[in-house]
């Protein structure tokens, strides 16, 4: 059986499933959703997912949102990536630490600086989100400075999920060499077998709109 992501490359949220699925060895195959020319906002895509966002999951008759949910579905089918035991909390409080103040402060404004009809780019927004990002790189760097991993012992999905947007080159007022903990981190990551780019293990990337 295969997983059916619907996912695009831009997505840093697909690829921490992307990636989970691909580090663990489960079967899946990407469906390629043309968020930028807003297939996520119409149908059939909102029967899939009314909250209108990317990813979606669909296994074994299942269909899941939520990249969390997807990592902790994965992590338990194939016993790959979860807490060890007693660490249960502490990697829910960063997968939702995550979702909040990293990739969710992370992907509006890389979108907004990037991807956005450059008339219509907020600077002063842009300016202020890249500040308040620059406090989480400064959680995230302190908490790896003295661990290798951000739960436990070993690589977790919440590894996955806190970088999952800090492999992109698209400038969002985050530099690898002002974070040392978290550029030796992603190199860890980057290290481990079957690790792949966001871009070559999902189809989209922002040449193909140039
Ligand atoms: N918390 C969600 C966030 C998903 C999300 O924001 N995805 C983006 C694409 S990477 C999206 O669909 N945005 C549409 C919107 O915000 O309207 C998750 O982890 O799956």
């Keep these: 059986m295969t997983a059916d992501l619907y996912c695009f490359g831009e997505s840093g949220n697909a690829y921490k499933v992307a990636l989970t699925m691909t580090l663990a060895g489960y079967g899946w195959r990407p469906i390629f959703v043309d968020f930028f020319n807003g297939e996520a906002r119409r149908e059939p895509f909102l029967s899939l997912n009314p909250m209108g966002e990317v990813p979606v999951l669909v296994d074994e008759g299942k269909t899941l949102t939520q990249s969390g949910v997807m990592q902790l579905h994965i992590a338990r089918k194939t016993g790959r990536f979860g807490a060890a035991p007693g660490d249960e909390d502490e990697l829910l409080r960063w997968l939702f630490w995550d979702n909040h103040k990293l990739s969710g402060q992370i992907g509006a404004t890389r979108f907004l600086r990037n991807f956005l009809n450059p008339a219509k780019r907020p600077l002063e927004v842009i300016a202020w989100q890249e500040a308040r990002l620059k406090v989480a790189y400064g959680i995230l760097d302190r908490h790896l400075a003295s661990r290798d991993w951000v739960v436990g012992q070993a690589p977790t999905i919440a590894d996955f999920a806190c970088c999952s947007y ?40 922002p040449s193909d709109r140039a």
């Design 166 to 205: 800090l492999y992109y080159p698209e400038p969002f007022g985050f530099a690898r060499a002002d974070w040392p903990a978290i550029d030796r981190w992603l190199d860890r990551i980057a290290g481990l077998p079957g690790w792949e780019h966001p871009y070559d293990l999902m189809p989209g990337r």
